[in-house]
Structure formats: structure tokens, C-alpha cells
């Protein structure tokens, strides 16, 4: 069974930038397919960014396109989001998950979750 850790959340304020960390363990993972989610306070959980299916594309949730970039390196197993230009409304609980990929027009996870790291974006 997959085992998934977040890291690298913590306090930021407006404009400045956080790298996220996911490290996968316990089986054979295809980190292409790891995607990044979020659960901001009183909100639904939201995918923020995955594989597309169809070309292997990254999909981008609009409101984050331009300023969170998602990365792999296979040889550590670990997936990165690497989130540039922070806005108080990307506070929440991020979370990453295997088997996501976009389906429709948004990220969806059909395998393991990790249990996520809390940013706060605040002066």
C-alpha cells in the first residue's frame, strides 16, 4: 500500500512563496500520476493540479495557473508544487493523492491520500 507525507506548508505572508513536498513509500508509484488538492476552511475540497489523461498535460485550476507549478523526481518517489505569488485565499489544508488525474474539469483521486499540510497565507 502507497503511503503518502506532506511537507513544507507553514505561515506565509501575501506574495511569497512556499515549496510543497509529497514523498511516496511502501509500493511502486507512478508519480505522474500524484496530484496536488486543497481544503480551504468551510470549503470542499478542490484539486489544484493533475495529469490530464488524454496528452499528459498538467492541468492547472484557473485560479492558480501561472503561480503553482508542479514537479517530479522519480529517482525519490516525491512529487513537488511549487507555489509562487501566495494569496490569502490559498489558505487551506493541501493534500496529495495518487491515481488523479483531470476528469472533466477538474482533478479527481482514486487511490491513496496523504494527510496534508497546512499553508496560511497572511499578513
Known amino acids: 500500500q502507497v503511503r503518502l507525507v506532506e511537507s513544507g506548508g507553514g505561515l506565509v505572508q501575501p506574495g511569497g512563496s512556499l515549496t510543497l513536498s509529497c514523498a511516496a513509500s511502501?509500493?511502486?508509484?507512478?508519480?505522474?500520476?500524484i496530484g496536488w488538492f486543497r481544503q480551504a476552511p468551510g470549503k470542499e475540497r478542490e484539486g489544484v493540479s493533475c495529469i490530464t489523461s488524454s496528452d499528459s498535460s498538467t492541468f492547472y485550476e484557473d485560479s492558480v495557473k501561472g503561480r503553482f507549478t508542479i514537479s517530479r523526481d522519480n529517482a525519490k518517489s516525491t512529487v513537488y508544487l511549487q507555489m509562487n505569488s501566495l494569496k490569502p485565499d490559498d489558505t487551506a489544508v493541501y493534500y496529495c493523492?495518487?491515481?488523479?488525474?483531470?476528469?472533466?474539469?477538474?482533478?479527481?483521486?482514486?487511490?491513496?491520500w496523504g494527510r496534508g499540510t497546512q499553508v496560511t497565507v497572511s499578513a
Open positions: 493523492a495518487t491515481s488523479s488525474y483531470l476528469s472533466g474539469r477538474h482533478c479527481e483521486a482514486f487511490g491513496s
Open positions: 511502501g509500493a511502486t508509484v507512478d508519480t505522474r500520476y
